[in-house]
């Protein structure tokens, strides 16, 4: 069965560092996501992706996060300067449907950041 | 705005107990709805979905969840839980003035053996 997969599966980083987490979307879908979930907390809405462009983005999704698909088959997530409060789980995930349609999202196994 | 509510922060039944989680989303015109799973270590897995007919919908493991457009709910429900369901249930919905879902804050279900 296709699935959604994200590296790293959890990574370490001091303050202030850049950190770029990495999903394979399921290869036939078109609409990509990031959420993310504090420890104990909702899960929270990041950025959809479109066509190459962000769809929409919430609050959180400042200055210091971007999104990228650099080639046909990765999209990225860029944390700029990591603050300690983006020590989260990062989940990926993809759908056939989006827009103003949005199906079932499929999620990967989500990549633990975790922020000294 | 758009949101999701899930009242039940934590539920702790028997095995064999009938289960019934709340939630309630607030309106925004036509919705897709949906009941995700997070088991202890995992990442999220679907449920159940409701798009449209049938406002009870049937998923996987015996769960299902009932559409009351005037409650603006999507209560999910199982008749006989096990000690397996134990995991995090968060309620979601996807507006179509927007591109995205929005998830509720999640309900803890701890089954007693």
């Known amino acids: 069965e296709p699935e959604v997969t994200q590296t790293p599966s959890h990574q370490v980083t001091q303050m202030g560092q850049e950190v770029i987490l990495r999903c394979v979307p399921i290869?036939?879908?078109?609409?990509f996501y990031w959420y993310r979930q504090i420890l104990g907390q909702k899960v929270e809405f990041l950025v959809s992706?479109?066509?190459?462009?962000?769809?929409?983005k919430s609050e959180i999704f400042d200055d210091q996060f971007s999104v990228e698909r650099p080639d046909g088959s990765n999209f990225t997530l860029k944390i700029r300067s990591t603050k300690l409060e983006d020590s989260a789980m990062y989940f990926c995930?993809?759908?056939?449907?989006?827009?103003?349609?949005?199906?079932?999202?499929?999620f990967g196994e989500g990549s633990r950041l975790t922020v000294l | 705005a758009q949101s999701v509510s899930q009242h039940n922060h934590h539920v702790i039944l028997s095995e064999a107990a009938s289960l019934e989680l709340g939630c309630n989303y607030s309106?925004?015109?036509?919705?897709?709805l949906f009941w995700y799973v997070q088991y202890p270590g995992q990442h999220l897995q679907l449920l159940l979905k409701?798009?449209?007919?049938?406002?009870l919908v049937k998923g996987i493991k015996g769960f299902e969840a009932e559409f009351i457009k005037s409650k603006f709910s999507f209560n999910l429900r199982k008749p006989s839980v096990q000690w397996s369901d134990t995991a995090e249930y968060f309620c979601?919905?996807?507006?179509?003035?927007?591109?995205?879902?929005?998830f509720g804050s999640g309900t803890r279900l701890s089954i007693r053996p």
């Open positions: 979601a919905v996807s507006y179509s003035s927007a591109s995205k879902i929005i």
């Open positions: 290869s036939n879908h078109l609409y």
């Open positions: 995930a993809s759908s056939e449907q989006g827009g103003t349609n949005t199906g079932e999202l499929f």
């Open positions: 409701y798009f449209s007919g049938d406002p």
């Open positions: 309106y925004g015109g036509t919705v897709n």
């Open positions: 992706f479109y066509n190459n462009e962000i769809s929409e």
